[in-house]
């Protein structure tokens, strides 16, 4: 069964950095990476991607230039470092990943065939 787990949530103030890292117990090479966010109340929501080979990162307008997304591919691990952060970004943050096989814009949940549990992001002003 595929496994995703992040870690590295927490409580921070405004303006804090973090991490987020997810580790898959499978070979991500395949795979698409990518993370969403869930706030109370709200869908899930698109905040970055990063292809197979690490080139041309997406991000949603609302993190980029604070948000990095990066991945290892033998370590089979994705990370978000996360900078500049705001209260809006609080949610919980999902790592997911794709084969590329289903025919949804990649923005989209349903175009992700692996979710982790995710991990809880507060930011406080």
């Known amino acids: 069964q595929v496994q995703l787990v992040e870690s590295g949530g927490g409580s921070v103030q405004a303006g804090d950095s973090l991490r987020l890292s997810c580790a898959a117990s499978?070979?991500?090479?395949?795979?698409?990476m990518g993370w969403f966010r869930q706030a109370p109340g709200t869908e899930r929501e698109f905040v970055a991607r990063?292809?197979?080979?690490?080139?041309?990162?997406l991000y949603s307008d609302s993190v980029k230039g604070r948000f990095t997304i990066s991945r290892d591919n033998r370590e089979n691990t994705v990370s978000l470092q996360m900078s500049g952060l705001k209260p809006e970004d609080t949610a919980v943050y999902y790592c997911?990943?794709?084969?590329?096989?289903?025919?949804?814009?990649?923005?989209?949940?349903?175009?992700?065939?692996?979710w982790g549990q995710g991990t809880q992001v507060t930011v406080s002003s």
């Open positions: 990063i292809p197979m080979y690490g080139s041309k990162s």
């Open positions: 499978i070979s991500i090479s395949s795979y698409g």
């Open positions: 997911v990943a794709s084969s590329g096989r289903r025919t949804y814009s990649i923005f989209e949940a349903n175009f992700y065939d692996y």
